[in-house]
Each structure stands twice: as structure tokens, then as C-alpha cells.
T-cell receptor, first 115, second 110 residues
Framework: EAQVTQNPRYLITVTGKKLTVTCSQN?????MSWYRQDPGLGLRQIYY???????DKGDVPEGYKVSRKEKRNFPLILESPSPNQTSLYFC??????????????FGPGTRLLVL | DQQVKQNSPSLSVQEGRISILNCDYT??????FLWYKKYPAEGPTFLIS?????DKNEDGRFTVFLNKSAKHLSLHIVPSQPGDSAVYFC?????????FGTGTRLQVFP
């Protein structure tokens, strides 16, 4: 089944404790992206990747890191989480490097609470 | 500064009637627009899109209209069905940027 998977789905952590949210797609997609969804703000792009070893900042990259060492995986790293990073996170992928103008396939989301 | 706005946080429509969801944008450089639908506990799913060179795109019960002069986008669902109850996000893109609106929660009641 073609899909984007994220792990974990739910996570409670404390301020300053490094964490990684994994994202994997099995569709051989070029483009991958991370978003966060917050009430009243919609979905905001954190980072995106046009291809392996190519990443770029989205609208809200502060406090996050990403890597794209292989095509299928695009982990989101929070080196020192803070309470304002409490949010619902979505990973997405699309076939072409054109990315945003292609249909993006979203993962199920990761709900993060930082205490 | 919200470049893509969905001013109605919620909309309630009777089954069988038309649902109209609206979206306004401020950046005239946007050249591609998309609508995504989101059910609770799931990721958004692509619904329909439109290029700035068109003013209408239709896919079954879903039609998107684009008014470039007004910087306005709308999604029409006819007829509305209970399964259409979800949050709808419009999104606008320019080069490699994609900006989402804040979403409109549509409820279709029997």
C-alpha cells in the first residue's frame, strides 16, 4: 500500500530533551516536506527537500533540523524542544521535485506535547 | 501576515444542498491553488487544484473557481453529502513555496 508513515504518532516530552520524528514514504517520491498545524494558523511549512541531500527552509524552520540521506526517509529533529513547539506535525511527499504544485500525500500526523 | 485567508472557520449545510467554501489571498505572485480535505486523526488529502491561467476546474461534485482580479478562490460541492464533513484547507503556491489557509470546518447534516 502506497503511504507516508510517521513515528511516533503521539509524544510527550520535556523541554530540552532532544527528539526525532521519523517519516518514511514507499512511493519513490522526490519531494518531501514537514508541516505543523496549530489552531487558527492552519498548516505551516517547516522544511522541505527536493531530493536526496537537498533541503531548504520553509516558513517556520526555527528550532528544527532535517536530513535527507536517502530518498524514502525525512526525519524531523528537535534538538532542544520548547513548549511553543507543542503542535500537530505532518510529513508529506510528492512525486516530482516540483513538489508543492503536485499532489502531496500526507502522513497521519504526530501530536507532540512539550512540557 | 496571513497571505492566504479562510475567513469562515465553520460552515453548516444540509445534505443535498450546495457547500461554498471561500479563500482569499494577498500575494499576486501565486500561480497555483489547491484544496485539501482533512478528517480527524488523519493527514490532509488532496481534493482539487487550479492553475492561475484558468478560472474554473471541475471534478465530479467538486468545482473550484478562481477570480484573479479579486484574489479570491472558492470551492463548490454539489450536492453535499454527510461524508463531506471535514476541515477544508485552501493552499496557494509560488515557485517552491506553498502557503495554507487556516481551514474551514464543513458540517453536512441530514
Amino acid at each position: 500500500e502506497a503511504q507516508v508513515t510517521q513515528n511516533p504518532r503521539y509524544l510527550i516530552t520535556v523541554t530540552g530533551k532532544k527528539l526525532t520524528v521519523t517519516c518514511s514514504q514507499n512511493m519513490n517520491h522526490e519531494y518531501m516536506s514537514w508541516y505543523r498545524q496549530d489552531p487558527g494558523l492552519g498548516l505551516r511549512q517547516i522544511y522541505y527537500s527536493m531530493n536526496v541531500e537537498v533541503t531548504d527552509k520553509g516558513d517556520v524552520p526555527e528550532g528544527y533540523k532535517v536530513s535527507r540521506k536517502e530518498k524514502r526517509n525525512f526525519p524531523l529533529i528537535l534538538e532542544s524542544p520548547s513548549p511553543n513547539q507543542t503542535s500537530l506535525y505532518f510529513c508529506a511527499s510528492s512525486l516530482e521535485a516540483g513538489g508543492v504544485q503536485e499532489t502531496q500525500y500526507f502522513g497521519p500526523g504526530t501530536r507532540l506535547l512539550v512540557l | 501576515d496571513q497571505q492566504v485567508k479562510q475567513n469562515s472557520p465553520s460552515l453548516s449545510v444540509q445534505e443535498g444542498r450546495i457547500s461554498i467554501l471561500n479563500c482569499d489571498y494577498t500575494n499576486s505572485m501565486f500561480d497555483y491553488f489547491l484544496w485539501y480535505k482533512k478528517y480527524p486523526a488523519e493527514g490532509p488529502t488532496f481534493l482539487i487544484s487550479i492553475s492561475s491561467i484558468k478560472d474554473k476546474n471541475e471534478d465530479g461534485r467538486f468545482t473550484v473557481f478562481l477570480n484573479k482580479s479579486a484574489k479570491h478562490l472558492s470551492l463548490h460541492i454539489v450536492p453535499s453529502q454527510p461524508g463531506d464533513s471535514a476541515v477544508y484547507f485552501c493552499a496557494a503556491s509560488w515557485t517552491d513555496k506553498l502557503i495554507f489557509g487556516t481551514g474551514t470546518r464543513l458540517q453536512v447534516f441530514p
